[in-house]
């Protein structure tokens, strides 16, 4: 793992990273574990690379990325400064639904491309829950410790084919 996850709890910060495209560059750099250049990114998002100097440079102010010194001097990479983001704060409501766009994005990449294969070439079994819980302020919060002491357990895992297992987690108020 490369560091804690991020905590987001300003609007701020959360608007820096909503934007679709530093979404984007955001998730390949916490997926990926490497670097970026601005052209690279760019080639990734469909913006040139004088756009993509700007997200990144937004991005670096809101503190999630920061530059690599694994340039060689003309290129200069940005690496994410921690493994995700864990974000706490309360977005306003546009904040809120862009989010949840970003994310339904995210999810719709990663469903699409099928169930990963075994060594052997087989379908490795995939699993999908939904999964809907009523629960207080306190044990929401409680439940969201658990899962993740669980989730840092895993993460230090270096046995086994190396497949792509998500968890998204969010809140809502009851009805």
Known sequence: MRGDPIRVTELGQM???????????LTELFDRAETLTATQAAELTGLSPSAMSYHLNQLARAGYIERDDSGDGRERPWRARGSGL???????????????????TEVTRLLSAGPPMSPDGTPWPSSYTHTQLRLTKDRGKELHRRIHEVIDEFDEDTEGPEHEIFWIQGVHPAE
């Open 86 to 104: 864990e974000i706490s704060g309360q977005p306003d409501e546009a904040m809120g639904r862009a989010m949840m766009q970003n994310i339904l």
């Open 15 to 25: 608007r820096a990273a909503m934007h679709p495209v530093r979404w984007q560059v």
